[in-house]
């Protein structure tokens, strides 16, 4: 929502600077997105519909300063009958006013400031009628609506649910087909106006408008919701129906609502009809020493009740049996702890003193340090750790060697590829294998979650795949697993272009407890990774001698350090004989390159390589293999 | 022999269970296919709330929910413990969105609960400082500001500063009334707090990987380096 900041110091006073404002709403928990040239840009949580105005964001500055908010009074309206029958359902509209105003000039808006902030709101002007329901709707939080009397057929408005195919050309000049049970009125021959969300262009006011019905209503905002969804159709007006919009305001704001039409567009105000059936705020029992024990620290009894009461809040009662009635705008305060955080959020939340818990030894998490020695071990023996995607297609069910009935399926799937919950690990483990062809071979573990329709358990799967794909055997014969070998229809379905693939799967209850409980998990070290490039990594290998005081690590560096293009160096293997020489030691690496607008050439990467090959031989002395 | 890699998600994980243990948090696991019940209503969600509509949420044809967040924990572990206790659940999380370099869908979430006499909104304070400085370090700038979760009450919300810019990382705050009951906890003797985060977001502020959906990729280019 935007703000500006001179509309919001018409209605109250402050003696903060632009910037010092901003960070006193988010001190209150209103985010602040943006600030310049005088215009804030906020946004509201979901549940304080009350902070969708100009009138709102005051009555939070009011309960900080307690400064005085200035509304433009406004002449009661004359009350009269106007010819106009009203039918309604007070479950569908709560409270409904309206009021009839006759001869007015319809125009563009000539008064500057009304179209300045409507525009700094980032609203555009259509007339002077509809222009100053949209600045109410700014300063109040109120949405209004304008109707063109005479084409009001029978006059006759009933506010109800729609029926069967019926139809409506909205505003916006869509002509919708209403779903059953969306909120209409209707007049005596048609639906003229999607209450809440957008009026109808058949009872619209235009340039030959003379006579005109406005309307100031409280819409239940479940169905106001479930329209605007149902018809795909979100509007400012909705937007605040949606979040609850104050149902004491709705007779003030048509009063100042006639009031600025009569002045702006003339005409004169014949009668006012306000129906009334809301329901008064319930009242809160609050003891206030729950604010002690949930924040931490003490208030006076008269510090609480002065927050509350700035707040709009009526207070009566004294010591531990207060009873606080939350303003009629306030629907977020239902029970005694939203009262503690409104004292806390006005006090300041810095106020609160971290305070550490008392010590206490966690009790031990087992399953969890055995899953993770797990891990830890299958890295000892080569392996590493992918996690796969947990929506898997009907064909991935198949490659699972199961049917549809065995998984469970997702009624609302982002695509048909991810139509079912992972009943196995292993279309997972191929996919990840099709995807790293340069790498070979490729030995990799998951531990998951997989389900079919009766259970939900942990999986562990392995995968080889490439040179030696057979070595898996010698692995996981201490978890007690076999692997079979992936058929070659199956390795063509994933795309997995290596000779033999091995996989092996078990339910994780099988394996516990087959290696040891580490005693010290491996953790994260914070660096920065190397970003990946769209296109495929190439490896190459260097190996060579070099004396054995040279540390691994120091010639890994500078490896690293040749080129940008290189976003990986590996050691793979390292071993000293009397055939090299004593004090000599032999090391070899894997150097994957990657450029990230293209895939690299032969010739790129052995530019580099014969860069690495030079500097092997002239910092370290070494000898290439 | 060449070791292997284990993936950044555990790695970064294990820092943040780890770090919590420290301040007496166990660990649990629970399912990640979930009735309504304890992803939503247990939770204090109500029915109409936006994160039901089937635009947000994965739905079963069975009727559950592939749960949207790991505070889960809050209703299942009570049903085996007694308070005192202090739990936290990484596992993963389904959310029913388009997915781009900043949002999969799916992907890890961590949430932790502790409940105790006593318990306040400083130490729900304390225990987010120290979480802060032990992953991000002691120079990292952050922020609370208040904020609304159905599940708490009071609630807030950790902002982080990063290159300038704060961002608004995680929600917190003090175990709301109904979702005590819904533990069978009674909140007129114990009181207790909540958070939770999700992981892909806060690993690839921690390593600076800047596309979320290498995480459940199987790309090794991106596990070589761990």
Not at chain 1, 11 to 20: A, H, K, Q, T, Y
Not at chain 1, 30 to 56: F, K, P, Q, W, Y
Not at chain 1, 581 to 592: E, Y
Request: charged letters at 25%; one cysteine or more.
């Amino acid at each position: 929502m935007k703000l500006p900041i001179d509309w919001l110091k018409e209605l109250i006073s402050f003696p903060w600077s632009d910037e010092e404002l901003a960070a006193r709403l988010i001190g209150l928990g209103i985010g602040v997105e943006d600030e310049s040239h005088g215009v804030l840009t906020l946004e509201v949580a979901a549940n304080r519909g009350d902070l969708l105005s100009v009138l709102g964001i005051a009555r939070e500055v009011h309960a900080l300063t307690g400064s005085p908010i200035r509304l433009s009074d406004v002449p009661p309206l004359p009350s009269g009958k106007p010819d106009l029958t009203v039918t309604l359902d007070h479950a569908l509209v709560p409270r409904y006013t309206t009021a009839f105003i006759t001869d007015v000039t319809l125009g563009p808006t000539n008064n500057r400031q009304v179209l300045e902030r409507l525009e700094s709101s980032g609203m555009r002007s259509v007339n002077n009628i509809v222009d100053l329901s949209n600045y109410l709707m700014l300063e109040t939080g109120q949405p209004t609506h304008a109707f063109d009397y005479d084409k009001i057929k029978g006059k006759k408005m009933s506010v109800r649910l729609s029926k069967r195919q019926e139809t409506l050309t909205t505003l916006d000049g869509v002509n919708r087909n209403l779903p059953e049970g969306v909120l209409v009125i209707a007049d005596a021959d048609r639906v003229i106006d999607l209450p809440g969300i957008m009026g109808g262009a058949n009872s619209a006011i235009d340039d030959k408008t003379k006579h005109i019905v406005i309307q100031s209503a409280v819409f239940p905002y479940e169905i106001i919701r479930k329209a605007s969804r149902q018809l795909q159709l979100a509007t400012e007006a909705s937007y605040r129906f949606e979040r609850q919009v104050d149902e004491g305001g709705s007779l003030v704001v048509l009063q100042r609502l006639a009031d600025l039409i009569t002045k702006e567009a003339g005409g004169a105000v014949q009668g006012v009809v306000d129906r009334n059936e809301t329901k008064p705020s319930s009242p809160i029992s609050f003891d206030p020493v729950l604010f002690p024990r949930l924040i931490g620290y003490a208030l006076a009894e008269s510090e609480v009740k002065l927050i509350l009461f700035r707040l709009g809040c009526r207070v009566s009662g004294a010591g531990e049996n207060l009873t606080v009635t939350p303003p009629t705008w306030r629907h977020d305060l239902t029970v005694a702890a939203d009262l503690v955080e409104e004292i806390a959020r006005v006090s300041g939340y810095e106020k609160i003193r971290p305070t550490p818990l008392p010590k206490s030894r966690p009790l031990s998490s087992e399953d969890y340090l055995a899953r993770e020695s797990l891990k830890d071990w299958f890295v000892s023996h080569g392996l590493s750790e992918v996690m796969t995607y947990s929506l898997v297609s009907e064909r991935d069910l198949t490659a699972s060697g199961l049917n549809r009935s065995e998984a469970v399926a997702i009624a609302n799937p982002l695509s048909t590829a991810l139509g079912y919950f992972r009943p196995s690990l292993l279309p997972g483990l191929l996919a990840a294998a099709a995807k790293n062809p340069t790498v070979d071979p490729i030995k990799i573990f998951e531990i998951g979650r997989v389900a079919t329709p009766k259970k939900e358990r942990i999986q562990v799967g392995v995968l080889f795949a490439g040179r030696k794909a057979g070595t898996i055997k010698e692995v996981i014969k201490q978890l007690g697993l076999k692997s079979q070998a992936i058929s070659p229809a199956l390795k063509d379905q994933y795309k997995v272009r290596k000779q033999d693939v091995q996989v092996a799967l078990a339910d994780w209850e099988a394996v516990r407890g087959k290696v040891p409980v580490a005693k010290a998990l491996a953790r994260a070290v914070r660096f920065r990774v190397k970003a990946l490039s769209k296109f495929p990594a190439v490896v190459r290998d260097v190996s060579f001698v070099v004396a054995e005081s040279v540390g691994n690590v120091e010639i890994k560096t500078a490896i690293s350090a040749v080129s940008d293009r290189i976003y990986l160096v590996e050691l793979f293997d390292e071993f000293t004989s009397p055939k090299i020489g004593a004090g000599q030691k032999s090391l070899a690496f894997h150097v994957h390159y990657q450029d990230p607008d293209k895939t690299m050439t032969n010739e790129e990467t052995g530019q580099i390589h014969k860069q690495i090959e030079a500097l092997v031989r002239t910092k370290y002395h070494g000898e290439v293999r | 022999m060449t070791k292997g890699h284990l993936h950044p998600l555990t790695l970064f994980g294990r820092l943040t269970v780890a770090t919590l243990a420290d301040m007496g948090f166990t660990t649990a696991d629970y399912p990640e296919i979930e009735t309504e019940w304890y992803n939503f209503d247990g939770l204090n969600v109500p029915k109409d709330h936006p994160a039901r509509d089937v635009q947000d949420t994965f739905f079963t044809s069975d009727g559950r929910v592939l749960r949207t967040h790991c505070s889960t924990v809050q209703l299942r572990y009570p049903e085996a413990h007694q308070p005192p206790f202090r739990v936290v659940q990484l596992g993963r999380s389904f959310r029913n969105e388009a997915t781009d370099a900043t949002h999969e869908a799916v992907f890890h979430q961590l949430d932790a609960v502790a409940v105790d006499k006593g318990i306040t909104m400083g130490n729900l304070i304390d225990t987010q400082e120290r979480f802060i400085k032990a992953i991000f370090g002691s120079k990292q700038e952050y922020r609370f500001v208040p904020s609304f979760f159905p599940f708490v009450e009071p609630g807030l919300e950790v902002h982080l500063k990063f290159k300038g810019n704060w961002l608004e990382m995680w929600g917190a705050g003090m175990v709301h009334p109904n979702v005590f009951k819904n533990m069978k906890v009674d909140p007129d003797q114990y009181s207790g707090f909540a958070f939770g985060m999700g992981v892909e977001r806060l690993a690839m502020l921690y390593y600076g990987v800047d596309d979320i959906r290498s995480f459940l990729s199987g790309d090794l280019r991106l596990i070589s380096q761990f």
